[in-house]
């Protein structure tokens, strides 16, 4: 593992372009070490920007122009001339030369289609019940969904995805998902509406689902994600850990917890399924109608203070970033009643929301939150990293 | 029109003097190298066009030069790349960056497409990589329009893969950091 920061490698990780052995010492860093994982986000964006741009047309005029210069040079040039150029040149003839379109036409045309279809990457999708659709083709046992490709569940149907070598999803009835990348270093799906379940056992960070309200990143789980019309999503997680971001708002959610996202303004703060029904609703309120205040007399805050436990220190930790001058003291204090912070870690500081503390005290508190802490996981993942997916990476990366 | 198939054989007719297969291998890469000289200067059109026909041109008169040692893309990038940067440094005709809208005529030949979102985007992104520094644009255009591996690109530039590697993150960082505005089109599905 590299021990300094690999901010330069990351474009040539993000293109499959390192060695296997030096792949996985920047996985196993990118892991540790948020610092890096932020470039790495930075360099992915400005990659997505560039793939998006497009290919343009040479103007019709260019060819002519072009045969123009040709014959100046040739006129010039005459007497050195081949015999074969004064040949082929006579045979560029209009009749014939509409006939060798064709033929190009013809053969261009099912050479580009075979090596499409033959390159293209795709997931395997399988059916589980009724009639699954990859666009308007129904599935009837396994099927392939191509990058672009919408997967559409009725009322009645279901279907699993292989995600690569590195997980599978369930696809629920009346969603519909798409794909919009697979790479070695990155796989990605849109959940437009409805609900998939993942299951994955990648390194963190490698599997995505976009959401209309947030991105959902792998941190090595196993996840429920729903989307409602509206396009609002929830996020339960079952078994490790799923991050929720949208630009700079992040929330981590440990297994055992589940986290809300709304359109225009991302992720809410993450909470465990266990805590009071008063807790969960005010919270809501908090994250997503912090102006209501017809629903109770005692401001929201209070009341997620007040019902607070040990383990919702998870969401207090969340929230000291979120609310603003007194209120942030206060959320500071009923934390440091529950879980006293670490040395070095000081309430101005948090109140100043020094990242440093704050990362402090989160690792202090992540035991708390789950079983599986994220180090534990971290050691899981390097021994499924260092056996498996290294191979997988690099085959991905020669195709 | 579907591009032809570029294979040895058109390779070798092109070094015998067969025009029909020059036609051919301008068909399939005309577009390409237009397009990688269009962003090269700045989205000026003409002066574009003027660098590919002298391209295709400089091709035609050394394809006999071409020995088969490297793809015959790399040989061919490596005319394109020189012959943008010679252009740049001898014409005035090329935009410095950021000033006025270089992509005007691009814009103008695609109003009716202007309507959609993503072509916004496209827009945006186009005028980035219009502005970024030749040296970090290169690399970008040979890897995103071409699809090159590092190693061709190096090849092309005539730098070391450590080079390019570093130049291909600047320019992404460069671009991430003048598109972030449009960060939820691209990380949303747009």
Redo the contacts between chains.
Sequence with gaps: MFLNHITRELSAYHHGELSPQDSRAVAEHLIGCQRCRAEFEQIKLGARFAESLPQLQAPESLWKDLEGLIEAQTGNNGSSRTSSSRVSWSFFQPRFAAIAAALILAFGLGGFFLYMRASRPSWEVARLDGAPRIGSTRINDKSRLGIGQWLETDGVSRAQISVGSIGQVEIDPNTKVRLLQTLPTEHRLELARGRMSARIWAPPRLFFVDTPSAVAADLGCAYTLEVDDNGGSLLRVTSGWVALELKDRESIVPAGAACATRPGIGPGTPYFEDASEIFRKALSKLDFEPRDTEWSKIPSLNLVLMESRGRDTLTLWHLLSRVQGDDRVLVYERLAALAPPPNGVTREGIVQLDSQMLTLWKDNLEHTWSNESLPGVRKVWKKVWTTGLGKMRELEGKK | ?????IDERVIR?CQ??????F??L?EAY??????IA??SFGGD?TAA?DV??QI??KL??TIGQFRGESQFTTWLYRLVANACIDEQRRSKRYLPFGESDPMTK?QDRVPQERRYA?ME??DS??D??CELKPKFRLP??L???EDL??EEIACVLGCS?GTV??R??R???????R??H???Q????D
């Design positions: 029109m579907t591009e032809p198939i007719a015998a003097g067969d025009r029909e297969a036609r051919m301008f005309k577009d390409r190298v237009f397009s269009v962003y059109q066009s590919t026909q295709f041109l035609l008169t691009i993503r985007l496209a992104v186009k980035a990589i970008i255009l890897k995103y329009m591996s590092y893969k590697a570093s291909l993150n320019g992404h960082k460069e671009l991430a950091r598109l972030a449009l960060r939820d691209v990380v949303l599905g």
